[in-house]
Structure formats: structure tokens, C-alpha cells
């Protein structure tokens, strides 16, 4: 089945810009979503299809995706940002859909 | 606003059964797929099933397959999961999901989730 590779742990510095990638082989070539999980919450989609964003999520968040590698961009990190992120593939072959282990956003 | 509401959670001997229950509020059901999803404690993400808007179209985890029944009551706007044979690893947090209204299959909206302990 699909593997989908994420860091365990990334660290930023509030103000600066975090970036999660999510690998997999031609990962460019399938539809990607990233959902954010702060501590005892259920997890809530931020970036749909590789880069839209659902209402009511900051501009902060962006997406994108090529090649083998899909990466979240949390641009002016806040303290609230600091949660684990997932990211999620779907493709025919993976119905319905494959989880990334997980990133642990840390905010210094 | 849309409201997934779980219930039914609990601790449970292996080899025992549980129903969960989702009570969906703020979005017209019926023309939505919907999905469990699951957690076990301090892990990932897992698909366990879904169901599509009609009932028509059913996926099961093979982790899960020939074990769970998920259905669905559109009058009563509600999503249910029965599990039977339950094991040890079937133990985690069971969330409802609303999938989106695209073919790709995003998790559009999550219930709080409803904890499944499994253990003797």
C-alpha cells in the first residue's frame, strides 16, 4: 500500500515560517490534504486538494505539491499553531485514503 | 454551524460489542458520504469506514472488515457504527467524519470523538 513519509518533529521560532512535508512516491501526481490536531481536539482540515484552504483558516496556511514531496507552509508562526499535522492522500489505488504519520509542530 | 456529536464509547471486554452513534446537525445529511475515523492513544490516523450518502457504497479497514457495520438514519440524521469482536487493538478514539462534497475525499468537518477502551 501507499507510504506516505512526514517528520516527527519540526520546530520554529515564533514570527518565522515552518514547512511539513509529506513524501511519497509521485505524491505530486494525487490530491493532498493536511489537518491540524492540537492537544485533545479532534483534527480540523486546513488545506484541501493541495493548496485551497477552507474558510475560515488563516492565509498563513498554504500548501503545495510536486514530485515526490507535498509541504504545508505556516507562514508567521503563532504560539496556537504548535499542534500535530497530517497529511492525507487519496488516489484510486489508495482508497480511500492513506494518513502520513503525523508532525509534531513545536513553537519555541 | 455543522455539528457531529458522538456517543456510545466505552470499556468493553475483547470479544464484546459497542454501537457508536453520530448525531449530525447544521448540514442536510443526506447528501453527504460520511467516515469513521479512528486514533489509538498517542498514534495516527485511521480509516476505518464509510458510507455513502444513500447507504449504497460501503468501505471497511481490513483491519475491521467482517467485524463493524456502519449504517445510516437520514430521517434522524445520524451515523452508526456497530462493533462486534472487539480486540485489544480495536482500542482508540472513534471520530465522525463529514467528507467533502469533491471526489478527493478531504475530511471536511469532525466530531469530538468518543473513546473505545478494549481490555479485559
Known amino acids: 500500500s501507499y507510504v506516505l513519509t512526514q517528520p516527527p518533529s519540526v520546530s520554529v521560532a515564533p514570527g518565522k515560517t515552518a514547512r511539513i512535508t509529506c513524501g511519497g512516491n509521485?505524491?505530486?501526481?494525487?490530491?493532498v490534504h493536511w489537518y491540524q490536531q492540537k492537544p485533545g481536539q479532534a483534527p480540523v482540515l486546513v488545506i484541501y486538494y493541495d493548496s485551497d484552504r477552507p474558510s475560515g483558516i488563516p492565509e498563513r496556511f498554504s500548501g503545495s505539491n510536486s514530485g515526490n514531496t507535498a509541504t504545508l507552509t505556516i507562514s508567521r508562526v503563532e504560539a496556537g499553531d504548535e499542534a500535530d499535522y497530517f497529511c492525507q492522500v487519496y488516489d484510486i489505488s489508495d482508497h480511500p485514503g492513506v494518513f502520513g504519520g503525523g508532525t509534531k509542530l513545536t513553537v519555541l | 454551524q455543522v455539528q457531529l456529536v458522538e456517543s456510545g464509547g466505552g470499556l468493553v471486554k475483547p470479544g464484546g460489542s459497542l454501537r457508536l452513534s453520530c448525531a449530525a446537525s447544521?448540514?442536510?445529511?443526506?447528501?453527504?458520504?460520511m467516515s469513521w475515523i479512528r486514533q489509538a492513544p498517542g498514534k495516527g490516523l485511521e480509516w476505518v469506514s464509510y458510507i455513502s450518502s444513500s447507504g449504497s457504497t460501503i468501505y471497511y479497514a481490513d483491519s475491521v472488515k467482517g467485524r463493524f457495520t456502519i449504517s445510516r438514519d437520514n430521517a434522524e440524521n445520524s451515523l452508526y457504527l456497530q462493533m462486534n469482536s472487539l480486540r485489544a487493538e480495536d482500542t482508540a478514539v472513534y471520530y465522525c467524519a463529514r467528507q467533502g462534497s469533491g471526489s478527493g475525499y478531504d475530511l471536511e468537518y469532525w466530531g469530538q470523538g468518543t473513546l473505545v477502551t478494549v481490555s479485559s
Open positions: 447544521g448540514f442536510t445529511f443526506s447528501d453527504y458520504y
Open positions: 509521485n505524491i505530486g501526481g494525487k490530491s
